[in-house]
């Protein structure tokens, strides 16, 4: 159950949030977007092979990445866009949790650099990765083969949210398929389960760890002289996250710690990057789902007729919307698990 929980997830990171054109250098997969200088970010394109996004920030003595996308082909693409940029050396990728899209670059990064995640995100790795890999083996090839046909045979308006839903997941399956052939896990050597500082001539850097929330450890990067928050998959921008793979109360707190911090530009996990309004957005999301569960309990309605699973009206356009009902399920099985013996 958790592989196929894992595959619908990052099935999740198809998703782009639509993004504008923008700075150079450009990839067909990310688009390069400078916050300010010496601080980047890569953010997944709709239809692309990058699935998540990764920021890049150059203290003036070291360069961070953020995360390293789902595809090694990708982050190959990374590097050549770093080898074209006047950073200082990379030093350091950071893998913010261990779900596939924010990890399996890391390989392509020489033995010097150090690839930092908190402890318990290192174990994650070396422990699902080997099941993900054999499960997506086994299952992504037919997949794959479902929505090729689904594209072949479509046959009404390419604009229509059926058919970008389809250009979202093929590459998915796609790069899992192709990449299958190249990945070699490499796990992080370095690890911060609290916080750990890297400063530098023109600014400091934070890497920040409170444990769970999105999974059951997850790692942030924060800039504090430029308000500037990587926060992985603790936030999505308009798109469902996932939640079942962590705790939505712990998530809460999390969110409430960006909240305590001087923010003003969040890049997310997934989708646009946005303002400090992304993190309560995010909060907004978990407390309703946690009040459609409490009123599915109170009103006595079962979880098996699919009205009762339906996407709130707030929530519509957002993507991702089939995680909704895991989502709504996690959050009610998490209300049975707190009722008083
Ligand atoms: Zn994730």
Redesign the pocket.
Known sequence: MRLILIIL??SILLVNCKNEPSNQPSSVNFEFVELTDGVYSCIHKFGGKAI?NVGIVDNGHETIIFDSFLSPDVAEELLKTLQGMSLSPVKYVVNS?F?N??IRGNQVFSKEVNIISSTRTKELIAEEEPLQIAYEKENAPARLSYYDSLQRSFKGDRQSREYQQIQMWRPYYETLVNSHLTVKTRLPNMFVDSIKNFDGPDRKIQLLSKGQG??ESDLIMYLPDDGVLFT??LIFNNCHP?VA?GDISKWKAWLEFMNSLEVSTVMP?HGQIGTDELINQMKDYLMDLESAAEDLVKDNLSLEEPENLSVPDKYKDWWFDRFYEYNLRFAYESLNTKKPK
Do not use: A, F, R, V
């Open positions: 997830l990052t998540c949790h779900h899209d924010h999105h999974t992985g998959d996932y793979h996990g």
